[in-house]
């Protein structure tokens, strides 16, 4: 690649790595939403629980852990660890540790490469990130498609108990 391109590139390629995010993001949501949906109306159609044979509560209480692990690991994706980028000039933590004015300085006085190389490191580092988010949402969405038969199934025998 021709050195004047670098700049740009590198550019290209963390704003590439950042698209991606609110793809994960938008995704997550609609688990959590899909979540919080089963998890509410199975509750809501829950009878008490001493009015239930001992196992017909296993039946929901798995469906429930299910959903349960499913919400931890969204919330484990929506805040991933976030460590890394040491002094650098782009990454937003590394860049609040500094005054305003130390900032600038040090901005306008790397050099291009050292500027290349900051860039590059941050698309590598939101890179990781991404993946951890994307793992999380996975197991998230895992563990919210194995909840779908015990809650269906409890869901049908809630209706059975209630019909005379």
């Known amino acids: 690649m021709k050195p004047e391109l670098l700049p740009d590139a590198a550019k290209d390629e963390l704003n ?11 995704k997550a949501s609609v688990v959590l939403a899909v979540d919080t949906a089963m998890a509410g109306y199975l509750a809501a159609r829950m009878p008490p629980l001493k009015a239930m044979p001992y196992w017909q509560t296993l039946i929901p209480l798995a469906a429930f852990l299910l959903i349960g692990n499913s919400i931890w690991q969204l919330y484990k994706g929506a805040f991933p660890n976030l460590a890394g980028g040491n002094s650098s000039l782009v990454y937003f933590r590394e860049v609040a540790k500094r005054t305003e004015s130390k900032f600038i300085d040090e901005f306008m006085a790397q050099d291009e490469t050292a500027y290349v190389k900051d860039v590059l490191g941050q ?3 939101n ?6 988010k994307f793992n999380h949402l996975k ?3 895992i563990f919210m498609a194995v909840a779908v038969l015990p809650w269906a199934i409890s869901l049908a025998i809630f209706a ?4 005379p």
């Open 16 to 26: 590439l790595v950042l698209s991606f995010f609110s793809r994960v993001d938008a």
């Open 123 to 125: 698309a590598w580092r």
């Open 127 to 132: 890179s990781e990130i991404l993946v951890e």
């Open 139 to 141: 197991v998230a969405f």
């Open 160 to 163: 059975a108990r209630a019909t």
